[in-house]
């Protein structure tokens, strides 16, 4: 059964006022993101990986240079599925409950897990992704090259950000810092994480 590009869990204007245009997502969402998932299709099809999950894809395609092709599409299916779920309209902020209790725990404090993130974000060179995961009971943050996903190291993704220069040129330009922290405090959508944390 072929992949489907998901709906967004919003409207495409819904996140306007707070810095993530409409136009961003008809780019993103409607040519990068749609485009991962045809090529994806057409590279399974008739393959021993057809009827298999985007995260088994993932996983079996990771090291094997051969399958290069399909781990980049697969991979970014799956990154770009759950990036949309970590935004929300009116999100951003602090976090409360466990999942507040945990980044306090494991960082110190939720200002240093910010400057973590916002670090790894900003200094990732060239396209990728950065991360909160739950590596082994820990939380972390990482980041990662291209298309490269957590899964694939056993780590347990709980919320990213794109810092692919496609998700944010037409909003920030070339301001990727300006991007970060717009992401942090008006676009975080804190109860989906909390529910990723809760579930692992």
Known sequence: MAFELPELPYAADALESSGM???TFSYHHGKH???YVKNLNGMIEGTDLAGSSLEEIVKATA???????IFNNAAQVWNHSFFWQCMKPGGGGK???ALAEKI???FGSYEAFVEEFKKAAATQFGSGWAWLVLDNGTLKVTKTANAANPIVEGAIPLLTLDVWEHAYYLDFQNARPGYIENFLEKLVNWDFVAENLAAA
């Open 95 to 97: 976090p409360d409950g």
């Open 63 to 69: 090291n094997d240079p051969g399958k290069a092709g």
């Open 33 to 35: 993101h749609a485009a």
């Open 21 to 23: 245009s409409k136009e």
């Open 104 to 106: 306090t725990a494991d």
